[in-house]
């Protein structure tokens, strides 16, 4: 074929299109058109891949070491740059289809992959995309080295590791010694693992008999990965598995311990820097400066494909610190221990991403003397809108006599809200029993919340069914003619998509006496009480988890821009995946609104 | 001992002892695989317009060594030719001297067999030049890729007529048409055909 041809087929493919003619050309230098019959091993498990192979025609699979069907690529797909970049095939490919393909020579392919940005950028891209869906992101400059980070990189915590015959008691005792989360459990050469979760399930269900040993406990095999892998690889196996940790293995020993939260830490270097910062800081300019910066963290999580429920959770945990070191700062001591400061609404449930409104509040214990407080409450809350943190239009804060007050008022004011409902209290209700205790006595919010379940537990089934009501608040569009049909092309997520979800696993929370606070949370705990069925809460779970990332996106993008940050998406700023997730969402969210109705009967309402 | 003979008649007639390579014999593993555009389909009066080769090593076809010329017509172009490859005259404007390009594709392929469809006509018609410039027609060993698929072609009785077009094979063999017909693109098909067609077995059953 020509070279204008073959050029043209390179340029149909990603990330080649990116590449100056000049550069394809050269490129090109190293390419061969190669044929593979039906059934030929193309790439052994663990073997060097030769060259990127980039396919003209035919079928090619992929396996796992475990002979499972990974993927399959097709005409116009490439692969596997992964395998190149680290000089070893996690998989084996088969050539299931006669196969016609380029071959860019790994000589080549590490040559554009050095010298091109772009094209790097692309395929260290492509391993983020299977967790993230969408495409085309933006990305800073200093991915790269980023991506191509190794598990022995990252901290790595040293194993606790006990032979199966161990006393349970004693393993316990280990690991606590060494600040271990789990236990690495040795049997005949075999490798199991107890976590701390374990546990506390089984002291939960009486089942921990301190006297037998810890191989009864323990789970078998351990799942590791090798010290070479690539850290984000881990990542997506911890999702994948639904774990929290894997064991790191150097030539078959056990040589440490990963955590997710040390690989997002990892994934997040500056906000653990800003976190330490933020503990560290001796006076308010220093903590200000610590507490600056955080929409870089922002958009460097979110250019690297972390899941914008992972970016909010690393941004609570910003917040809370700053939030309790101001409060340390600024309140003597002695005060501390008689207050509870609470963080509520969309904070509370640590589903802020982008700096909104502040929604806190202070629970003073009874008896002891509100003035002493509401001073340094008032300088609490300036501080905070002068570190960027906006105030709340609707006065919820500590600087506000009626979110700074005794326990008792607190508990009066609750009762209130339920006997005598309106807009306002509904509000208050849903924010407060979002409500989490950032710094203080957590009892005194503990206490509040368990005077609120009692209430509804007495069957106060009209105030539930109004509540729950509040989910059907405002219209979903979805539909053949109304979709995306609105004025401006603009929808607001927050009312459409992301509200209704919030209020309805709100209300199911408070109808079952749930006590987790984040949305993903307590949509786990009713699925594990089979309010919500499997496929519902699986389905629920990504499609919020898809409206935070829009909402995400797009306020970066306005951001960058400079304008007032808010709710509501373009539709046509999005690309074309962006949309139809979107619609596949607010397809969920109607089928949810729906589902809310028949479980509190609120057609008769 | 005959070929001995004819190689030794070559090596007589060779007027450019540079082109000796041409006439050792061929040890190697590699293959070309040519194609050439002519304004007609009579070697002895038409004129190649263009010549596509590529070089066929193991299973692969080595594309950053693909040769491609457009040969200087010595009159213009029949409305013909036109039709059929959609050459025009203004194409040409890379076009070097006939005598340039076939030198330059005898350096190319040395003494490899060369393979292609109906490749007959090309070694013809290469050939009527070779013998103007260097005094003997192209010495290579040819491979036709026609008779090789035939050869692997099961037909269902002994009256089934096996369509032999250059497009009914690549659709009987499932391979890809790149772009436009050119000597280059054929040249790059006709390899993906003798490549699928290394792979599967010759038929000797009772209907070949």
Redesign the interface.
Known sequence: ???S??K??FQSIHPFCDLSGAVLEKA??????????KEHALIALGAAPSALYLI??GEVKVYSKEHELLRVYH?NEGFDAEALIEGRSASSYVVTE?L?C??LSRKGFMKLFDEQASFRKFYLMDVVERISYLKNRETSSDLGSFMIARVMDSYLHEPCIVDASTLVSRAIKKSVEMKSSSIVVRENGACGIVTDSDIKTALANETLDLSSTIGEMACFPIVAVEKEDFLFNVYLLLIQKNIKRVAVKDQGEIVGMLEQIDILSYFANHSRLATVKIEKAKNIETLREASQGYVNIVKKLHAQGVKARYIAKLISEINRKVFTRLFEMLLPETLREDCALIIMGSEGRGEQILRTDQDNGLIIRDGVDIKLYSEIMQKFTETLISFGYPACDGKIMVSNPYWCKSESDYKKEIIHWIEYPDMDSYMYFSIFFDARCVVGDKRLLEDLKHTILAHIDRGNDIYMARFAKLTTLFETPVGFFSTFLHRDRKIDLKKAGIFPIVQGIRSLSLAYSITALSTVERIKALKAKEIVDATMANELTEAFEILLYIRLEQQLRILAEDKKVGNAVDTDRMSKIQRDLLKDSLQIVEKFKKFIVRHFGLDNL | MFKAWRRKQSRNALKDKKYEILLQPYTGTELVVLDTETTGLDPKKDEILSIGAVIIRDNKIVMHRSFERFLKPSTGISQESIKIHHIRECDLAHAVEAEVAIRELLDFIENRPIAGYYIGFDHQIVSQYTKRYIGIPLPNETIELSSMYYRRYRKSSSYEFVDLKFDAIMNALHLPFLGKHDALNDAVMSAMIYLKLKTMPEYKGAFS
């Not at chain 1, 090109?28 to 019959?37: D, L, R, S, T, V």
């Open positions: 074929m020509s070279f041809d073959q043209a087929f090109m230098q190293y390419a061969e058109i190669g044929f593979y019959p003209i025609k005409a006669d016609i380029y071959e």
